[in-house]
């Protein structure tokens, strides 16, 4: 006589099956990447996100998203997809100046002391008629962001790459 084998299915995960926090950052990030979209503002190309979907703005204007059942500032959930998950009071900053921006090059994790202290940079300036790109950024990792002035306002020393701002 015999035996039929029995036919196992693999396991299946169950509705109520906890996520791991790798996996709620990952469906978080998924949600933000798909509401983004490229914005240039003085030559510097941000990836830019935008309230739906999961993402609500505070009254600060800081976005923030649903990470399982807790709510994060969208740009650490990024920071975390793109670095793995911090930890600290640090902050995420962002070298372009524009709090909505989840392009991986314009964030870095550091105090929120540094991180203020970039609020007024002008990073590098640009001189309107004679295209000269100045670094005045003191800043380690110096800002991405490009203030434009006229020549009469700046006495031009030397001028720095453009492919260094993006």
Sequence with gaps: MAISPTL??????SS??????????????NRIVSLAEPITVNMVTCEVISPGKGLSRKANGTLYCSVGSAKKIA???AYEYY????????????????????????????????NMARINCPGYIL????????????????CKVVTRVKRRY??????ENLSDVE
Excluded: W
């Design 127 to 142: 001189v309107a008629r004679t295209k000269a790109l100045i670094k005045v950024c003191g800043h380690n990792p110096p």
């Design 16 to 29: 109520r099956t906890m996520l791991t926090d790798q996996e709620k950052i990952q469906n978080a990030y």
């Design 154 to 159: 700046i006495e031009i020393e030397g001028s």
């Design 75 to 77: 740009t650490r959930v």
């Design 8 to 13: 196992q299915s693999p396991p299946r995960r």
């Design 83 to 114: 670095h793995g998950s911090t930890t600290g009071n640090d902050d995420v900053s962002h070298l372009c100046h524009n709090k909505d921006c989840i392009k991986e090059s314009h964030l870095v994790l550091e105090s929120h002391a540094d």
